[in-house]
């Protein structure tokens, strides 16, 4: 079975091997040095600004989401979130269920955002904003770099759910006035679902995130922050992923860097968009796509049934969509260990699937 999802993704051998590891205890100065150094590399590949901290959350990407929201900003605090599809609306719903003061943008399915859509929400003194680095629903790329500048002007801190977007296109954030970072284990990082990265500036570590503020206990920055200064998580983590998350960065670093991982993406995404409009009557949303995945509009084939024939008949795995678009949309990911050999294999599944 080949995994085309956008989470968990296929791993590489080396990744599977570490997982399958005599576990340490981990409350010793080696494993806080270890902790120490998986931060210094993070914080690199996100191209953190100076003093920014990276910790560990034992969490899936909304864990993240949710202790980012908590943690950072008071319940009475203005928030604006864009809300692009499934995961917009998470952070909509997060908000919601602990009665912030939020208002949402809702973007329309065919359309990218831009600075008309932000227009309206100038000088209304929000505090945050809310966005993803791409909507993993539908694969629509969010124009961080405008975002980020449109936060700077108005002094509003933004906060990246960069859970799919790590990785597969580029991340700065010093560059794009990126307040607070968010990724976790199981998209392009390729490792199990479980763990989550939560990367704040300096600022926001020194004068936001405190005892008093978080509601919840368990996804409490504060209380990872403190303990990252000693090289531990206040509570027992995923310990097995962060002995993959650490092989995984030194798998990327010699393979080039995250320069080279965002490259691979791309070449497969481009690779396969173009195969798949060439040999299928399938086509392309018209906003832009990140590289991390492709968006398919079935037409007359139902999508969700496709999805269920490809996986059971051909062992070829691709994403389902819910809701309304369950049978007009699926996805195809290109994270993980993939090869151009694996798509021309679905490609070939797919053109079958069409014929009969």
């Known amino acids: 079975m080949k995994l085309f999802t956008v989470g968990p993704v296929e791993m590489s051998p080396e990744t599977r091997a570490v997982g399958s590891m005599h576990l340490p205890y ?5 494993f806080s040095t270890k902790m120490r150094n998986i931060e210094e590399q993070i914080l690199r590949a996100v191209k ?31 928030l604006l979130v864009i809300n692009g599809g499934t995961f917009g609306q998470r952070f909509a719903d997060i908000c919601a269920r602990h009665r912030m003061n939020y208002t949402v943008l809702n973007l329309p399915f065919e359309e990218d955002l831009t600075e008309a859509h ?24 969010m124009d961080l770099k ?27 954030m010093a560059d794009m006035n990126i307040g607070v970072f968010l990724t976790s284990s199981q998209k392009s990082l390729a490792l199990p679902p ?12 020194e004068e936001r995130i405190s005892p008093d503020v978080s509601p919840c206990y368990y996804l409490d920055l504060w209380a990872a922050y403190h303990n990252a200064e000693r090289g531990q998580t206040p509570f027992t983590p995923a310990l097995g992923i962060i002995y993959q998350l650490e092989a995984r960065l030194a798998e990327i670093s010699a393979a080039g860097g995250v320069d080279a991982c965002i490259q691979g993406s791309e070449t497969l995404a481009s690779y396969f968009r173009t195969e798949v409009q060439r040999r299928t009557p399938f086509t392309l949303p018209q906003f832009s796509l990140s590289n991390g995945l492709t968006p398919l509009l079935t037409g ?22 819910g809701g309304e678009r369950a049978s007009t949309l699926v996805r195809v990911g290109h994270m993980g260990y993939l090869h151009k050999e694996d798509y021309d294999v679905l490609l070939e599944c797919i053109e079958d699937y069409l014929q009969h």
Not at 127 to 141: A, C, F, N, P, R
């Open 146 to 172: 405008m975002v980020g500048q449109w936060c700077k002007e108005e002094d509003c801190l933004l906060v990246a759910d960069c859970v799919s977007a790590f990785l597969v296109d580029p991340i700065d």
């Open 118 to 141: 932000l227009a309206p929400f100038r000088d209304k003194g929000f505090k945050g904003l809310l966005i993803q680095g791409h909507e993993t629903s539908i694969g629509k790329k």
């Open 300 to 321: 007359k084939v139902d999508a969700y049934q496709m999805f269920l024939d490809l996986m059971n008949e051909k062992g070829q795995v691709l994403t389902p969509c």
């Open 194 to 205: 479980g763990l989550t990265i939560v990367v704040c500036t300096q600022e926001i570590v």
């Open 26 to 30: 981990f409350r010793t100065p080696q």
């Open 48 to 78: 953190a600004p100076l003093g920014a901290r990276s910790v560990l959350l034992t969490a899936s990407g909304s864990g993240a989401m949710e202790a980012a929201v908590i943690s950072i900003f008071r319940a009475d605090e203005p």
